[in-house]
């Protein structure tokens, strides 16, 4: 039988002291992790997105602002129903979580402050990135938020 895997959120945790700030997600593991990238967007450009991924796995960290991650679960990759339920989580620097999207979604990031940042780690070498990316138009599914 085949395992269903669902978006879950990673929560970790802030400590301060008269040091100064220490954030951490002691949960998160890095054993498959392959590359990462820093996203931070334009003013002009606050959303990115449709992509979709078949076997990728995708993890978010917002290092800086407030960043909402917008994900639908694709029917059809080929030509996915416009009507798929829509479901996004906000993430802060100000709160410690990372997003985990498995395989089988396509994310839209939404920057919500300027110069928010974000971290997005993910588990397909780069050798099969080809084979696994879909992209469709930033408006493919409307955000109503």
């Keep these: 039988m085949k395992q269903i895997k669902l978006p879950n959120l990673i929560k970790g945790g802030i400590h301060t002291d008269e040091r100064g700030q220490i954030s951490f997600i002691?949960?998160?593991?890095?054993?498959?992790?392959?590359?990462?990238?820093?996203?931070?967007?334009?003013?002009?450009?606050?959303?990115?997105g449709w992509h979709g991924h078949k076997i990728d796995n995708k993890f978010f960290y917002c290092?800086?602002?407030?960043?909402?991650?917008?994900?639908?679960?694709?029917?059809?990759?080929?030509?996915?129903?416009?009507d798929l339920q829509i479901e996004n989580i906000l993430l802060t620097s100000e709160e410690s979580n990372i997003l985990h999207i498995p395989e089988g979604y396509a994310?839209?990031?939404?920057?919500?402050?300027s110069s928010s940042?974000?971290?997005?780690?993910?588990?397909?070498?780069?050798?099969?990135?080809?084979?696994?990316?879909?992209?469709?138009?930033?408006?493919?599914?409307l955000i109503n938020e």
């Design 107 to 113: 994310n839209a990031i939404e920057f919500l402050e």
């Design 26 to 48: 002691n949960d998160f593991k890095f054993d498959i992790i392959e590359r990462f990238y820093i996203i931070c967007n334009s003013d002009e450009y606050p959303l990115r």
């Design 63 to 82: 290092v800086h602002g407030k960043v909402r991650v917008h994900f639908v679960k694709i029917d059809n990759w080929e030509s996915p129903s416009k």
């Design 117 to 141: 940042k974000l971290i997005s780690f993910t588990t397909l070498p780069l050798t099969n990135v080809e084979e696994d990316s879909v992209r469709y138009p930033f408006d493919y599914w």
